[in-house]
């Protein structure tokens, strides 16, 4: 296999900061690919240091890190076997260099070679859609880690494993639903001057997005860039896309329109520790049993001898006593999304849906719905 490349390459590196640099880009590689050359990634070395991309036909990243460029020049070499050899380097400053048609890394004692792939062959990457705004990366990724818990992980159902991301002014609205759960959050966000964004709303794929949203924490406000086919973002040298997925969630709105409802609330972490303690008794997703009254919240699992139970503060307004019901997984999942000293109930009653939220003007919401309690 012939190898390409563009004037030779050589430069030095700090090991943990090459590391880290090629463990991001390579987050984007195929795990099977029947193109070995999207299994690559291109190291490109300038005067300005260091350029990191991997790609593949859903997604695209690439970082830029500080480096000493003896030689610039461009080397595509297989992604997961360099991350692989970046793992076991001794710390401290490396050498890479095109020998031939190998790269070179040496680093310590320590010397490995690789085999170069062909550049001609690598796709273009994709360019960054057009720069609509600035969202804070902490807060975008807390928001995206709170509603990705209720995605779907179907693929017979590609809509349903997505986010969606709605932007109506400078409020950004992020949504997910597996059928049986539905978490919506919202934050602020900066559009930009005489950004168009007011109609964006688009379904992003939820693990890409996760990942996008976990790179971007700890880097300060990050450019959010957005076409009719794929979402970017770009911060603190780090640049990545990723393609939207077709179609339309369903609508929340009317589902958490709840109109007449009763109101419980009690301590979200001593609930949260029930209920794990509760639940080892309950086999498969048997549900676990919430009896608020006016005595508080009485937990109960499992059937027959084999049974769990735990009281807890709570107060109820709106009934006399109501009982819920619900998988434990999937209340465990709300109970950590939120990240509020006390969460709300809001409840209709048995076998209906419950709305969980943070506060009395929540920016997180999480919908589950009731199963048949326990008697």
């Not at 795990?31 to 299994?39: A, D, F, H, I």
């Not at 009485?298 to 049974?307: I, K, Q, S």
Request: charge should be negative.
């Amino acid at each position: 296999m012939a190898a390409v490349t563009v004037g030779g390459m050589e430069f030095r590196i700090d090991s943990a900061v090459l590391t880290d640099a090629v463990a991001w880009a390579s987050r984007v590689l195929p795990t099977r690919s029947p193109m070995p050359v999207l299994g690559g990634l291109l190291l490109e070395a300038t005067g300005d240091g260091l350029r990191v991309s991997g790609l593949d036909h859903e997604a695209s990243a690439r970082v830029e890190v500080e480096a000493e460029t003896v030689v610039a020049g461009r080397a595509l070499v297989l992604g997961r076997r360099l991350l692989d050899i970046c793992k076991v380097l001794p710390r401290g400053r490396a050498g890479l260099a095109v020998e031939g048609a190998r790269l070179s890394v040496a680093s310590g004692d320590a010397r490995f070679g690789l085999s170069l792939l062909p550049l001609d062959d690598r796709p273009a990457p994709p360019p960054l859609p057009e720069v609509l705004g600035l969202v804070d990366g902490d807060a975008f990724a807390a928001a995206v880690g709170q509603v990705a818990v209720a995605a779907g992980r179907d693929d017979s159902l590609p809509v349903l494993t997505g986010i969606r991301l709605h932007l109506d002014g400078s409020v950004m609205t992020l949504a997910a639903t597996d059928r049986y759960r539905y978490a919506v959050r919202t934050l602020e966000w900066k559009p930009g001057d005489g950004a168009d964004a007011a109609d964006a709303d688009v379904v992003v794929p939820a693990r890409r997005l996760t990942e996008i949203a976990r790179s971007l924490a700890g880097t300060g406000p990050a450019r959010l860039a957005l076409d009719s086919g794929s979402l970017g973002f770009e911060s603190g040298g780090m640049r990545t896309t990723t393609r939207l997925l077709d179609g339309r969630l369903p609508r929340h709105d009317k589902l958490f329109d709840l109109g007449a409802h009763a109101l419980a609330v009690t301590g979200r972490v001593p609930l949260a520790e029930a209920v794990k303690r509760v639940a080892v008794v309950a086999e498969g997703d048997s549900p676990v049993r919430l009896a608020f009254s006016a005595e508080g919240l009485h937990l109960r699992a499992g059937y027959e001898d084999d049974v769990a139970s735990q009281r807890l503060p709570a107060s109820l307004t709106g009934a006399d006593s109501l009982a819920v019901a619900f998988n434990p997984g999937y209340l465990l999942d709300a109970l950590t999304a939120l990240d509020s000293p006390e969460v709300r109930f809001h409840l209709l009653g048995p076998g209906q849906r419950a709305l969980l939220t943070d506060g009395p003007d929540p920016g997180h919401r999480h919908l589950l719905m009731s199963v048949k309690p326990l008697v």
